[in-house]
């Protein structure tokens, strides 16, 4: 009987323990979570006491407790914490000061559920609110006749604006593989083309989506009636960057399979990419290749440049590039502040290394002709010597057009 009892006992304090142990409060659960995710996955190791003090800044700036000074670890830390933040606005507040403090700053985030969405649309260059074949005044089932009369028919009217936003739809109905990536994945084209000279053609990549080397093949294939075509302008000017994950997929037609590409840095470690894919064909003809950069090519494109640079695909030819080498990834978390919104951290979790094993964050990619030079087109000359690709370049170029 007093073996019974003494079970009961324990058992019974068990139990008492359970539910006498403090609940940790939804907030600092919370913002528990996004330090620990940034701890583990920020491209930069960041020391316990560097991360607790970015939090207590932002605590006493947007939690109104000047009376924090300093915590002696994570846990002291979290303790004070939950004794002043008791909502949500004041805990996601806190928690988006401290990513947005993070060097780069600015570049990490706590996302909202619009703000997630946002991003999953620019990445796939997917515009949700717009129709183009509304834009246009016709239905998904005419032929490509009746887009072009009813693209020429608004167009003759239309105001700038409306003009601008034709010219958008067109793009992406005017021809079979850019209108079939529309019709299935509603994504813009990033990618147009044209043949300069029967011995010059242009491609122009404005930024990467996911059908982005889809649009690229149909690009070379439509060379073919061009017998003559020995030269590539790839126009990189103004790309904004995007889904840097099909990079080594984008990256085997111009140098090859299984070939090491570009590196990423996390945490004092270096990442090898290698490509995916193989030569494209179509591209092999073109003996003489210029890669055209400026001050706005960003991100991917960059990471890209630097690539075509190491392996001597083309000659650089523009500006330094925009200097934005940072890969950001969104982190979903487990601990939510309220059944009305979810968050996520949006962070930088990897540097991308130029040819030389430099960041390109701050440094950018600088072009082996610099057109702020007055005597780049003799440089360029000397590269080729061939008068009529420096003027097709130069036309390219309206900003410097007048330099000599």
Do not use: C
């Amino acid at each position: 009987m007093s073996r019974l009892l003494i079970i009961l006992l324990l058992l019974a304090a068990v139990i008492g323990s359970f539910f006498l142990k403090p609940k940790t409060d939804p907030e600092i659960a919370f913002l528990e979570e996004t330090y620990d995710i940034i701890q583990t996955n920020y491209w930069k190791r960041i020391e316990d006491q560097d991360l607790i003090d970015l939090y207590l800044a932002a605590a006493r700036k947007f939690g109104q407790a000047p009376q924090l000074v300093t915590a002696k670890d994570k846990k002291d830390l979290f303790n004070q914490l939950g004794k002043i933040v008791k909502d949500e606005t004041t805990a996601a507040t806190i928690a988006d000061a401290v990513l947005a403090n993070l060097p780069p700053a600015g570049k990490s985030r706590l996302y909202t559920q619009k703000l997630a969405a946002d991003l999953a649309n620019t990445v796939a260059n997917i515009d949700p609110t717009t129709d183009h074949y509304q834009s246009l005044g016709i239905d998904q089932n005419v032929d490509q006749t009746q887009i072009d009369t009813a693209y020429q028919t608004q167009s003759a009217t239309a105001t700038a604006e409306k003009k601008q936003k034709l010219n958008t739809a067109y793009q992406a109905l005017k021809d079979t593989t850019t209108r079939e990536i529309y019709d299935t994945t509603g994504a813009d084209p990033t990618l147009p083309y044209k043949a300069l000279t029967d011995q010059i053609y242009y491609i122009a990549i404005q930024k990467f989506s996911p059908t982005t080397i889809q649009e690229l093949t149909a690009a070379v294939n439509a060379g073919d009636q061009y017998p003559r075509l020995n030269t590539l302008i790839l126009d990189l000017q103004d790309n904004v960057g995007g889904a840097i994950d099909g990079l080594p997929y984008f990256l085997g037609p111009f140098i090859g399979p299984d070939q090491y590409a570009y590196q990423f840095l996390q945490q004092d470690k270096k990442e090898d990419f290698k490509t995916k894919t193989g030569w494209l064909a179509g591209l092999v003809k073109f003996k003489k290749v210029v890669v055209l950069i400026n001050q706005n090519t960003q991100s991917s494109a960059e990471v890209m440049a630097s690539v075509l640079k190491k392996y001597h695909v083309g000659v650089l030819v523009g500006t330094t590039t925009k200097g934005w080498g940072t890969v950001e990834k969104v982190f979903s978390l487990e601990h939510q502040l309220s059944d009305q919104q979810t968050y996520s951290v949006f962070l930088v979790h990897h540097l991308t290394l130029r040819e030389d094993g430099q960041p390109i964050e701050g440094q950018g990619v600088e072009p082996d002709v610099s057109i702020k030079d007055p005597n780049w087109r003799q440089q360029l000359l000397a590269y080729f010597s061939d008068p009529g690709l420096v003027n097709a370049v130069n036309n390219l170029l309206p900003q410097y057009s007048g330099a000599q």
